[in-house]
């Protein structure tokens, strides 16, 4: 929903208007935001979810 916001301390997803796509980021030990390489970019938060959720390098999940 517009306006709606989820935080989860483990993974962020940004829209990018200008590529109409949403980038997907994972949270280091390091404490900062690096981006999720076997998923960069997802079309819809649907997608993002998927992503999150599926981790096949375990950097959400462990």
């Given at each position: 929903m517009d306006g709606e916001r989820h935080e989860r301390p483990f993974a962020k997803a940004t829209w990018v208007r200008t590529q109409k796509v949403?980038?997907?980021?994972?949270?280091?030990?390091d404490l900062k935001w690096?981006?999720?390489e076997p998923v960069a970019t997802v079309q819809s938060i649907h997608g993002?979810?998927?992503a999150v959720e599926d981790?096949?390098?375990?950097?959400?999940?462990g």
């Open positions: 949403w980038k997907i980021y994972w949270q280091r030990a690096h981006s999720y993002f979810c998927t981790d096949p390098y375990g950097c959400f999940w």
